[in-house]
């Protein structure tokens, strides 16, 4: 049976404990992970050249270093059979600076893949030589299925165990792979890239034609595709901030944006109607790449048609995130990339790491019978808890909302950026009002934002116990038909029960809309 989108692979759970498997060791201390843990590698793209190094937590990485160059490889390749002599001087160059700034992090080999411009172009492999000759870096070709396979991994790196389509759009092509499981299924490529149809005759019927009839024979091959689409590539994100444009939408991050296809089809006219220039310059979308805009929307307009998906999301993980993917252990690839992430932070930043799996396992009671969609949310706010500590106390709270809504964090759709966000704010913080990002909590609805609440005092109270390891500690009891909570305290935890804490359990109560017992156990 096919798993959920918005839900992770099933992870190993330790026996001893029903949610130990979410807390077992972190893999980012195994050695096999360990190096991984600083990556390079490079994508010589049709319209693009960029290095992106890879750093931190192997199953959530880090990006320590991203650059891109505009080369436009593939400008004129349909009429002139070559790289477009202009770009190919200018990816060489690009592809120099890149060795030597890798030299100067003391990264091993850099790993290089060229796509459709350099696979296509009759001078392709004389470039390749050229840049071996000049920087002494291999670059490998990579055809259409394998690019598209790669882009997939991408996807699976954020969403483990998601089906769906992938669809990856660069200069000169696009790519269309199935995945379902955590596997990668059908894959294929088509000339359908922007650069390419500038190229086709007929003007914008002949475009049009052109695309209703590749989309076509590309469905005959993938067959029904009815769940999610998956959009990866630079002219596709550069449509979703069109989108998000259009719309007012608050939360500017681009991975797991969602759309729909009627927000697609008004985006496409929007974009047609607009006056580019004017557009760009609102979005933030670079000349080059919105001199491709108008073209990749002809083309996500009759995708979105073809294919009928369920919804649409954006993924900012695409072939170069696949690259990583590819070199990671099945069992690290299992893991569930948010609360990985997480763990890295809380080992990193913390005061006590450690102590989140602990603070878990004081407030779990209160969320016994939360799904488990909701139950990830309230570990990995249990491990960031305390990352934010070395913040100025005034600004603590919106740090931490700020860092959970705009992190760079992979299986996590915006509404649980948000709340996640704002269990981390209320763990420093009594009141949400009078921030700068009210516009940002109405993502979610008024009981989903009294759950973040009710998380975030839970953890504002549970971080005032902290003690050693092996002290006997208190518990939590709930009685939600009584509406009454109830704090056991041990002897250990008496002396830490003072004024603050009793106000904390207070304020929490009073969200809980509960009366309060407390008694000591014997």
Not at 66 to 83: D, H, T
Request: charged content about 30%; proline content about 4%.
């Amino acid at each position: 049976m096919n798993q959920h989108p918005d839900t992770p692979a099933p992870v190993a759970q330790d026996a001893a404990h029903p949610d130990a498997g979410l807390f077992g060791r972190p893999l980012f201390e195994d050695p096999s992970a360990r190096a991984l843990s600083r990556v390079g590698v490079v994508d010589v793209g049709s319209n693009s050249v960029r290095l992106v190094v890879f750093d931190g937590a192997a199953r959530s990485p880090a990006y320590f270093y991203n650059e891109k160059i505009m080369c436009a490889l593939g400008a004129g390749l349909s009429e002139s059979g070559v790289l477009n002599p202009e770009g190919r001087l200018r990816a060489l160059s690009a592809l120099r600076r890149f060795q030597h700034l890798a030299q100067g992090m003391g990264l091993p080999a850099l790993t290089v893949v060229a796509t459709a411009a350099v696979r296509d172009a009759s001078d392709g492999a004389d470039f390749c030589e050229e840049v071996r000759r000049e920087t002494g870096l291999r670059i490998w070709v990579i055809d259409g299925e394998e690019e598209a396979r790669l882009s997939a991994q991408g996807v699976l790196l954020g969403w483990p165990g998601s089906y769906g389509l992938v669809c990856d759009i660069g200069g000169s092509s696009m790519e269309l792979a199935e995945i379902s499981g955590g596997r990668v299924g059908k894959r294929m490529t088509s000339s359908l890239g922007p650069l390419k149809l500038r190229d086709i005759s007929g003007g914008r019927k002949g475009r049009e034609r052109h695309i209703r009839e590749t989309l076509e024979k590309m469905r005959d091959v993938m067959g029904d595709q009815r769940d999610r689409l998956f959009l990866v590539g630079g002219s596709w994100r550069a449509i979703a901030r069109i989108d998000m444009h259009r719309r007012g939408y608050p939360l500017h991050v681009l991975h797991e944006y969602r759309m729909t296809a009627r927000s697609v089809t008004a985006t496409v006219k929007y974009i047609q109607s607009a006056d580019l220039s004017e557009l760009r310059s609102a979005c933030g979308i670079s000349s080059a790449r919105m001199s491709l805009v108008p073209l990749a929307a002809e083309v996500l307009k009759r995708l979105v048609r073809t294919f009928r998906p369920k919804d649409i999301a954006l993924s900012s993980y695409g072939i170069r995130e696949g690259m990583l993917y590819e070199q990671m252990p099945q069992r690290l690839r299992d893991r569930d990339p948010l609360i990985e992430a997480c763990r890295f932070a809380e080992a990193k930043d913390a005061r006590m790491p450690g102590f989140g799996k602990l603070l878990y396992a004081f407030i779990h009671p209160l969320f016994r019978n939360v799904p488990e969609a909701r139950r990830r949310l309230i570990k990995a706010a249990c491990l960031l808890h305390d990352v934010s500590w070395r913040a100025h106390p005034d600004y603590r709270a919106e740090t931490c909302f700020d860092n959970a809504t705009r992190a760079n964090l992979g299986g996590l759709k915006h509404s649980e950026r948000v709340f996640l966000g704002l269990a981390l704010l209320h763990r420093y913080s009594n009141k949400r009002e009078g921030t700068r990002f009210e516009n940002l909590y109405e993502l979610i609805d008024e009981k989903t934002r009294l759950d973040a609440e009710i998380l975030g005092k839970a953890m504002r109270f549970g971080a005032m116990l902290w003690m050693t390891q092996d002290a006997e500690r208190g518990t939590l009891r709930w009685y939600p038909k009584k509406r009454l909570l109830e704090l056991r305290l041990t002897e250990d935890m008496v002396p830490l029960f003072g004024e603050v804490a009793e106000a904390r359990l207070m304020s929490l109560a009073a969200s809980l809309q509960a009366s309060v017992e407390i008694r000591r156990k014997r």
